[in-house]
């Protein structure tokens, strides 16, 4: 497993050249499928779409919960394509983190001209 810093430092390069490729715009899959294949190919392990059950009552649940991204087993990648970013979509990601117990969480819209604007970093 990479040290956080360095392991931010791959996605969040990753991040950049999938929003200077694209620009903003596009249906939020097309930015996963690409700032996947980005990851990938700078050698991270990334799972899409992982599932997450909710444990409820000592009971696993499976209530259809899905991690967009989850980066060598450590980030947890929200990805959005949405005008502007909610409180809601805040607390989704920190409900993912508290659920899943991993560290490290991003929330990032790519429907901003300027993609530093639309990153938001969470640590556990």
């Known amino acids: 497993m990479l040290l956080h810093e360095a392991l931010t430092g791959k996605i969040l390069s990753c991040a950049y050249t999938v929003h200077s490729e694209l620009g903003p715009g596009l249906l939020e899959n097309a930015y996963e499928e690409c700032f996947y294949y980005e990851m990938v190919e700078k050698g991270l392990y990334v799972e899409k779409q992982?599932?997450?059950p909710l444990v409820y009552k000592?009971?696993?649940l499976d209530v259809g919960y899905r991690l967009?991204?989850?980066v060598e087993d450590t980030v947890i990648i929200e990805l959005k394509a949405v005008d502007a970013l909610a409180p809601i979509h805040t607390a989704q990601l920190l409900t993912y983190l508290n659920?899943?117990?991993l560290p490290l969480g991003y929330l990032m819209n790519f429907n901003v001209t300027?993609?530093?604007n639309g990153i938001k970093r969470f640590v556990m």
Do not use: A, I, N, P
């Open 58 to 60: 000592e009971v696993e």
């Open 68 to 70: 967009d991204l989850v």
């Open 99 to 101: 659920l899943s117990g």
């Open 50 to 52: 992982r599932k997450m």
């Open 114 to 116: 300027s993609l530093k």
